[in-house]
């Protein structure tokens, strides 16, 4: 059983900057490809960034690229996002996800990932 615990989230203004976190336990977490979702009220969840098991290999959505950089550090395992030049539209609930398929490559919807964080808030205003 995965667990997966974010945190970092919060109010941040436009133009800034704020960095989230999750933290994994049980199972290989370096076997894992790890994401970012998001979802803001009355819409679907969608995808923000992932990144391969060694952290080699990142990829992301158009609405947060050269914004937001994901990254990952296996000897603690953890996974961050980097969220830079923040936009009122960035806010939303942010979770973070796990795929333990066994898939290395990029995966971008919900339904590939099987092991999901609580979500964590942030709010920008403008």
């Known amino acids: 059983q995965v667990q997966l615990v974010e945190s970092g989230g919060g109010l941040g203004q436009a133009g800034g900057s704020l960095r989230l976190s999750c933290a994994a336990s049980g199972g290989t977490f370096s076997r894992y490809v790890m994401a970012w979702f998001r979802q803001a009220p009355g819409k679907e969840r969608e995808f923000v960034a992932g990144i391969s098991w060694s952290g080699i290999r990142t990829w992301y959505a158009d609405s947060v690229q050269g914004r937001f950089t994901i990254s990952r550090d296996n000897r603690k395992n953890t996974v961050y996002l980097q969220m830079n030049s923040l936009k009122p539209e960035d806010t939303a609930v942010y979770y973070c996800?796990?795929?333990?398929?066994?898939?290395?490559?990029?995966?971008?919807?919900?339904?590939?990932?099987?092991?999901w964080g609580q979500g964590t808030q942030v709010t920008v205003s403008s």
């Open positions: 996800a796990a795929d333990t398929s066994g898939r290395n490559y990029k995966v971008a919807t919900p339904y590939e990932y099987d092991y």
